[in-house]
T-cell receptor
């Protein structure tokens, strides 16, 4: 009964490189959310996906960031040409259905450090 | 533009005493509120929630109070235990709208033995 799995736990990139963060939702969950926590801040919503669909990406920066949740495999958050300001903890959460925020389970996060 | 505010970055209490964590919000559209607990190197875990139609919800040692007119909620933990030491996040959502949780910055609770 694995929980939400995120990998890698820690990712170090140099400015200009690409970062790929992976999230495998809990078994049976088809809704995935990505949140970002900057240092000394709360978690901020980035994107909400269902299988093969982006439902709400209003929290995603307009450039360099993209997310997908394919029919098979994990959800991927991709950051192109990373900058120092992208350094943060990125959390993925999953749920079985909409409207079930109490049943939202978070992964342990990926700590991205940009040198 | 912080819609959910936790003005105390940290709180320290003695084991056995009451811990009170506070949260204020500005968006009148929020109608559901949640508290999450987060240990270092882990993701947030759901603790307790309250709908805007209620003013109190209790679950064991944890009670959440909501004052809609003041746009204020609080989490009471009694009695506090050392294992409660963690960062507590207040979050809010407008259930008729998007699925986005809006989080406060968190309060780090330390319960001293």
């Amino acid at each position: 009964n694995a929980g939400v799995m995120q990998n890698p736990r820690h990712l170090v990139r140099r400015r200009g490189q690409e970062a790929r963060l992976r999230c495998s939702p809990m078994k049976g969950h088809s809704h995935v959310y990505w949140y970002r926590q900057l240092p000394e801040e709360g978690l901020k919503f980035m994107v909400y996906l269902q299988k093969e669909n982006i439902i709400d990406e209003s929290g995603m920066p307009k450039e360099r960031f993209s997310a997908e949740f394919p029919k098979e495999g994990p959800s991927i958050l991709r950051i192109q040409q990373v900058v120092r300001g992208d350094s943060a903890a990125y959390f993925c959460a999953s749920s079985m259905r909409t409207g079930g925020v109490e049943k939202l389970f978070f992964g342990s996060g990926t700590q991205l450090s940009v040198l | 533009d912080q819609q959910v505010k936790q003005n105390s970055p940290s709180l320290s209490v003695q084991e056995g005493r009451i811990s009170i964590l506070n949260c204020d919000y500005t968006n009148s559209m929020f109608d559901y509120f949640l508290w999450y607990k987060k240990y270092p190197a882990e993701g947030p875990t759901f603790l307790i929630s309250i709908s805007s139609i209620k003013d109190k919800n209790e679950d064991g040692r944890f009670t959440v109070f909501l004052n809609k007119s003041a746009k204020h909620l609080s989490l009471h933990i009694v009695p506090s235990q050392p294992g409660d030491s963690a960062v507590y996040f207040c979050a809010a959502i407008s259930r008729g709208g998007s699925e986005k949780l809006v989080f406060g910055k968190g309060t780090k609770l330390t319960v001293n033995p």
